[in-house]
């Protein structure tokens, strides 16, 4: 089965364009001015009339504080550092970092670690819920958890492509997160 993504330019009031989740087709998207992804895919576009799609991804973590970045990065170390290893076995080498060039930090775990890589309709309320027993159970105050919304999906920044301000989301080491 095919699965799709959207995109979008940088600018707020442009509209969401739908491409087969490939990575050409991210390439082509990037070379027309992509600058966020949405973080999940679907199975057939979004339609309000329809069944809902079956959603596949792997689970963001977006940490965020415009104030003080380092709040975020130590958010981000908390739970994926310390508590996913200790208490889910999770091997943070096999969790992707990144600087998001803005206010915060990025964590992608991926699907396969929690089980989820067949997918679902409902995955960004299970996410959701996954990410909130987190937040309260860990005390993470910058946790954006309106990365897991319905619909079409939530935009997340693609890596390493120049945004307006001249800033880029890059990708960080266990190493660079850890020090």
Not at 35 to 58: C, F, L, M
Not at 144 to 154: L, N
Request: glycine residues 6%; negative net charge; hydrophobic residues 35%.
């Amino acid at each position: 089965m095919a699965y799709y993504v959207y995109w979008k330019e940088e600018q707020q009031n442009r509209k969401w364009k739908l491409i087969p989740d490939t990575e050409h087709d991210l390439e082509q998207a990037i070379k027309a001015g992509a600058i966020y992804t949405t973080w999940a895919s679907v199975s057939h576009p979004y339609n309000n009339d329809q069944n809902e799609p079956i959603r596949k991804g792997d689970l963001p973590l977006d940490f965020d504080d415009k104030d003080n970045p380092d709040n975020a990065l130590q958010d981000m170390k908390t739970l994926c550092l310390y508590h996913l290893p200790e208490f889910f076995d999770v091997d943070p080498y096999d969790i992707q970092f990144f600087c998001s060039g803005s206010k915060g930090f990025h964590a992608v775990i991926p699907a396969d670690l929690l089980g989820a890589g067949a997918g679902d309709p409902y995955f960004p309320l299970i996410y959701k819920k996954i990410a909130a027993e987190w937040e309260k159970k860990l005390s993470l105050i910058t946790i954006d958890m309106s990365m897991y919304c319905m619909g079409k999906g939530k935009m997340f920044r693609i890596r390493n492509v120049r945004r307006s301000n001249g800033r880029y989301k890059v990708p960080l080491t266990v190493d660079e997160v850890t020090n």
